[in-house]
């Protein structure tokens, strides 16, 4: 029998968690902290290899490493149940790792063909593969929760990796999380220019931080 996510109103006050059930108000700063902890994990690869490249098995890592202390059960393991998110049912979950070898793919052939880093479209090129990579990732919902986190996290990876700024990409509270909720929704249309406009709007905020820094 297949099982749906539902989220009724107040399902979301608390959450079990490792450290018991807790209010939303804790669990966020929770998701903070492990936020953090991908990131770290993010710029400690990347000392090591600034080449690295994303797979099925570092997107699981990442995902565990950040949210896994707090969600031992599921966290780094692909959903195995069926969900809907914003109203449409995601894809089914047996489905899952065949789709993110072919994401993981995708994506590095897609890197093979950007433009130079000093060519005039790179910036233009790169915010298109990115909003691409974000909108595919978080349309499989890999994983029960935090799949836009991880998306997020994975494109300051690809950011550095490029001689980027590792922009922040404002999603997750009030009038910044709808906006990126209404964007993935456009998204799923067919049409990733207001994700495109999100990304290319925090890449120009993150250089004009690093050029007065």
């Known amino acids: 029998m297949k099982?749906?996510?539902t989220k009724p109103k107040g399902a979301t006050s608390y959450k079990e968690t490792s450290f018991g059930i807790i209010p939303r108000s804790r669990l966020l700063k929770l998701e903070l902290r492990g936020t953090m902890k991908g990131l770290d994990f993010i710029y400690e690869?990347?000392?090591k290899d600034k080449t690295?490249?994303?797979?099925?098995?570092?997107?699981?890592k990442l995902h565990n490493v950040s949210f896994g202390w707090i969600f031992p059960d599921w966290a780094g393991k692909y959903r195995t149940i069926q969900v809907t998110i914003s109203g449409k049912e995601a894809p089914v979950y047996f489905?899952?790792?065949?789709?993110?070898?072919?994401?993981?793919?995708d994506l590095a052939e897609r890197l093979k063909h950007l433009p130079h880093s000093e060519?005039?479209?790179?910036?233009?090129?790169?915010v298109k593969l990115l909003a691409w990579f974000q909108h595919r990732f978080v349309f499989i919902h890999p994983f029960v929760d935090y799949n836009g986190r991880t998306a997020r996290m994975f494109t300051i990876l690809l950011f550095l990796q490029y001689g980027l700024p590792p922009a922040e990409i404002k999603a997750e509270t009030g009038a910044d999380r709808k906006r990126y909720?209404?964007?993935?929704?456009e998204g799923d249309k067919g049409n990733l220019s207001l994700l495109e406009n999100i990304i290319g709007?925090?890449?120009a905020e993150g250089l004009e931080k690093f050029l007065h820094s």
Not at 119 to 126: A, D, K, L, R, Y
Not at 181 to 185: C, G, P
């Open 119 to 126: 060519s005039e479209q790179f910036i233009t090129e790169m």
């Open 52 to 60: 690295i490249k994303i797979t099925p098995e570092l997107i699981c």
């Open 181 to 185: 909720l209404d964007a993935m929704k």
């Open 201 to 203: 709007q925090s890449l």
């Open 45 to 47: 690869l990347l000392k």
């Open 3 to 5: 099982k749906t996510s």
């Open 95 to 105: 489905k899952i790792p065949e789709m993110i070898i072919n994401l993981c793919e």
